[in-house]
């Protein structure tokens, strides 16, 4: 088992970023969880919605809400965040080689969120990645006691650590 995470620098990179890693990893033959994100444009909005694909192979579920035109909080779904971390868990069950967590977020800087999920794949002897913004770099290190390996935003280096699995 084995714990990495990777940060983008341009907004809206991370996402297309492990969604590629969660296709490569899945057609390599590793048994998935955990989710990876979409976002799509809709008309009129000022900003996207936001579906978390459930791996290895769905459902997909909406993780914002629409706040409207002017607002400026935090649009995250927690109830749709919570359904996705629950359908991952349950994938969990069935034995996996690598949980993908797109994002250790706010929800999990604070304790909740993907966290049991992560602990429990690490647990059952899976490795993990994660996208982390630097804003929640540190509750990252907090929770995984700096036991995590940072990977450079690279989809040959990720595919590289991916593929050391039991090496």
Same mark, same amino acid.
């Given at each position: 088992?084995? =714990? ?12 297309? =970023? ?48 629409? =706040? ?65 913004? $630097? ?17 450079? $935003? ?14």
């Amino acid at each position: 088992m084995r =714990l990495a995470y990777t940060m983008t620098e341009g907004r809206g990179e991370l996402d297309p =970023l492990l969604y590629d890693i969660a296709a490569r990893a899945r057609e390599a033959g590793l048994r998935l969880a955990g989710i990876v994100q979409i976002n799509s444009d809709r008309p009129g909005c000022a900003r996207c919605d936001m579906d978390a694909i459930v791996l290895p192979d769905g459902p997909v579920i909406r993780i914002s809400q629409a =706040l409207g035109r002017e607002a400026r909080g935090c649009r995250l779904d927690a109830a749709g965040l919570e359904t996705a971390v629950a359908a991952a868990q349950a994938r969990l069950v069935d034995g996996v080689d690598l949980l993908i967590v797109n994002k250790f977020g706010k929800q999990e800087a604070g304790g909740r969120g993907f966290r049991p999920v992560i602990a429990a794949a690490l647990e059952a002897g899976a490795d993990v990645l994660v996208g982390v913004n $630097p804003l929640n770099l540190p509750a990252l290190h907090a929770f995984t006691g700096d036991t995590a390996t940072a990977l450079p $935003p690279d989809p040959a280096a990720l595919m590289r650590w991916i593929a050391a699995r039991g090496a």
